[in-house]
């Protein structure tokens, strides 16, 4: 018989109020049912062998049960024992087993007296209703069982198990509806239906049984019960093993499952790590914009391509460097969006001029790269260049605008003998700028010449990082003199390059590599506080006089360092020169490049008690509403005025305007490059203080000036007046 609530899943411990009013309905009616029970009990018919029957119930079999296979019903012992009873002695003796055996079970699952009163009321109604049932349709089974029909007993069992069956799970699965709150129907079909079987088959057993006992006595059948225990145990085990057995294949079919789902989730995963590696790499060599090959996907194919030259005498190559020429216009009135749309048509027409084998890059902004792999010579590479530009020639459509626009190609070729791809592209890169400057829309090639002049250069920047370690610098001195009274005022000072191999290198040469690279900062540093030294030392032995100073230059990058007057004053304290005999050049162009910052730092210098000079005066762009807030000394007029100054009014008229000028914002004026005594006489006309120049003295090394000072004040002193130029 199955009583899930009952034995074992679960009736709540605190059920609903409607389900505990009919919990109480139905113990009050079991206890209607065992009253009468109790009080009709045949006790005559009731001997050793009910006993025995009702202790082997209450003690044993209920813990007895057949798990029926593949479905969660067992058939209890208990319940057969109890329709045995009901067999062999009647409804009264079965509804007080069934009681007891109800309570007994009950109470080893839950301590609750209305659950354990409930279960006991339930029995008893159902097994109660059973006898009645049977007592109608085939009368007393305890006295008719002995004779009756297989049919009858057919018929009994049937109506047996069917009542039990319906009262039992009736029952309950009312109970049960009411504490889920839904349909009885709906409860008892999904919980119930099913048991039915269990019922049948305790029914069938209980009737076998009660036929036997009828036929062979209760003894024989009873002592036949180890046999059934034996062959029950036996039947439990090979259930155990077979559960087991099936519990370890279902296990196993899990863990299967579960590494199936491990592998495939593994092969997922590696699947989306190699695509995204897949497009990682792709990132990483192609412009996100265009969608070409990037700088470093272009680099690689370079360098195969200098590989392939090297390997292969008769394979050239040649790259060529493109640059849009109104690019900023287009972007700065269009918008970016524009500029971005242009790039994109721009790479599209640049893949239709090359060939599959080619690679065209985008190296960034406005330019691009193009590499052309086996070519004939020179011819090929312009050949493209004027198809580029052809291309190029068709308007470009941006969002509604016609634009129209060219580029600068610079072109390089393998037969330079390059080795290596960076120089290969910087070489492009040059001679692009050429055919910029040379009115561009147009390709240039990169010749021997630019080539040496690119591989002296880069010469010169490797070398010029050895020399300020090596301290190759030397510090040349240039007289500044009155053009008044013949007077030195001061000196120049000009760095020198003493090359190990090329000699003594000009500073026009090595200046513009070491702004380049940064370098001028600590050759500056060294300069400053070398000709500090110097006339230091030349004032100590008395062979220049106190008022004498020393011009250095500035270049603009030391211009713009922050740590310029911390410089400068470290240099003046090492050397304990007199801030008033250190003055410094800066060129106009730097001055006015950044006229508002230019006029603090000049300030800062100033406040130091050391002088200012603009130097290169008339070359820049002056802005006179700067000129006049200066805090400068000096202007020192470009040589290039002076060296015309002879050919034509105009120049010294320029140099005639700038000395008035100075004279009005009360500056000195160092007239610079004098070469001739014409000029000097000149300039002394247009009331130019000061001068400078071959004329007087090239400028001379610490030794050479220091004698060209002895020897021009013995020249004076014999002399004896001023008699000048
Ligand atoms: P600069 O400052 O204009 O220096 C004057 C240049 O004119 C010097 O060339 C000098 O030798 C030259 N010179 C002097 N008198 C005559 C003359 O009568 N005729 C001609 N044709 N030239 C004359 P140098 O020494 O070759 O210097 C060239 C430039 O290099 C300088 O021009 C200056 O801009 C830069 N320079 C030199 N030394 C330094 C330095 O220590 N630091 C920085 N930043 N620049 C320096
Ligand atoms: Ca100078
Ligand atoms: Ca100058």
């Known amino acids: 018989m199955m009583l899930p609530e009952r034995i074992g899943t679960g009736l709540p411990e605190a059920a609903p109020d409607a389900s505990r009013g009919f919990r109480v309905l139905v113990i009050v009616v079991g206890a209607c049912v065992v009253a009468p029970a109790a009080w009709l009990l045949p006790a005559e018919r009731l001997d050793l062998r009910f006993v025995l029957l009702a202790l082997v119930t209450v003690a044993v079999s209920s813990r007895v049960a057949v798990r029926i296979p593949h479905t969660a019903g067992r058939i209890t012992v208990a319940d057969t024992f109890i329709m045995l009873a009901l067999l062999l002695y009647g409804g009264e003796a079965a509804a007080l087993l069934a009681v ?28 109660y209703a059973t006898a009645w049932a049977l007592r109608l349709a085939t009368g007393r089974p305890e006295e008719t069982l002995g004779a009756a029909s297989a049919a009858t007993l057919i018929t009994a069992v049937c109506l047996m198990g069917l009542v039990q069956y319906l009262t039992n799970s009736g029952l309950v699965g009312f109970d049960k509806a009411l504490k889920l709150r839904e349909g009885f129907w709906q409860t008892w079909r999904r919980y119930y239906l099913w048991t039915s079987v269990t019922y049948f088959a305790g029914a069938a057993t209980a009737g076998m049984l009660a036929r036997l006992v009828a036929g ?78 990037n700088r470093t996907l272009l680099m690689n194919h370079l360098k195969l391509a200098v590989e392939h030259s090297k390997r292969r005498p008769d394979y050239r190559f040649a790259a060529l460097f493109l640059d849009l020429d109104r690019f900023k216009v ?39 790269a193009i ?29 509604g605008h016609e634009v129209y626009t060219s580029a600068s190609i610079g072109i390089t070729l393998s037969d330079t003998g390059y080795q290596d791809p960076e ?55 240039q007289p500044i003199l009155s053009l008044l009274t013949g007077e030195v005022a001061g000196f120049e000072a000009l760095v020198r390059w003493q090359h190990p191999e090329r000699g003594t290198v000009s500073p026009a040469e090595f200046i513009p590599v070491a702004e380049e690279t940064g370098l001028i900062v600590e050759i500056g540093r060294l300069v400053l506080r070398e000709a500090c030294r110097q006339m230091s030392e030349w004032q100590a032995r008395g062979i220049i006089r106190p008022e004498h100073y020393v011009s250095v230059n500035l270049s603009g990058k030391q211009f713009a360092q922050a740590s310029l007057a911390e410089t400068v004053d470290e240099a003046l304290h090492a050397t304990g020169l007199d801030p008033r005999c250190l003055r410094l050049e800066i060129t106009e162009s730097v001055v006015m490049g950044n006229a508002e910052a230019a006029c603090s730092t000049l300030g ?68 610079e490059g004098v070469e001739t005594a014409r000029q000097g006489d000149l300039l002394r006309g247009l009331g130019c203080e000061y001068a400078q120049g071959y004329f007087f003295s090239r400028p001379l090394d610490p030794d050479a000036a220091a004698r060209w000072l002895a020897d021009r004040r013995g020249e004076r002193a014999e002399a004896d007046h001023t008699v000048f130029v």
């Open 100 to 127: 007891a055996e109800g309570f007994c079970s009950s109470l080893r699952i839950s301590r609750k007296a209305l659950t354990v009163c409930f279960n006991g009321a339930v029995m008893a109604c159902s097994t």
């Open 216 to 293: 062979f006595g209760f003894y024989p059948v009873a002592a036949a019960a180890p046999v059934t225990a034996i062959v029950y145990l036996t039947y439990q085990t090979y259930l155990k093993s077979v559960e087991t057995a099936a519990a370890q294949a279902a296990m196993a079919e899990r863990h299967v499952q579960e590494l199936n789902r491990y592998l495939a989730e593994q092969e997922r995963i590696s699947r989306e790590l190699e695509e995204s590696r897949e497009h990682f790499r792709a990132a990483a060599l192609h412009d996100a914009l265009t969608g070409l090959p």
């Open 330 to 368: 287009i972007n700065d009135s269009l918008g970016h969006l524009a500029g971005d749309q242009l790039l994109v048509q721009l790479a599209r027409r640049l893949e239709v001029c090359i060939r599959a084998t080619d690679t065209v890059a985008r190296l960034g902004g406005d330019e691009f």
């Open 371 to 399: 590499l052309l792999s086996d070519i004939e010579d020179y011819s090929d590479a312009a050949r493209v260049a004027e198809r580029i530009q052809e291309e190029l020639s068709r308007p470009f459509h941006l969002g």
């Open 423 to 477: 120089a290969i592209l910087r070489d492009a890169d040059t001679v692009m700028y050429r055919a910029k400057a040379n009115g561009k829309a147009r390709h240039e090639l990169f010749d021997e010449a630019m080539h040496a002049r690119a591989v002296a250069l880069l010469r010169t920047e490797t070398d010029l990082r050895c020399a300020v370690e090596r301290d190759e610098f030397r510090v040349v001195y």
């Open 604 to 671: 800062s210098l100033r406040a130091r008690g050391l002088g200012v000079s603009i130097d290169d005066f008339g070359t820049g762009y002056s802005s006179l509403s700067y000129l006049h807030r200066f805090p400068v000394d000096t202007l020192k007029v470009d040589r290039s005025f002076i060296g015309r100054m002879g050919e034509g009014d105009e120049n010294g008229e320029i140099v005639r305007t700038i000395i008035t000028l100075a004279r009005n914002l009360g500056m000195q004026v160092v007239a």
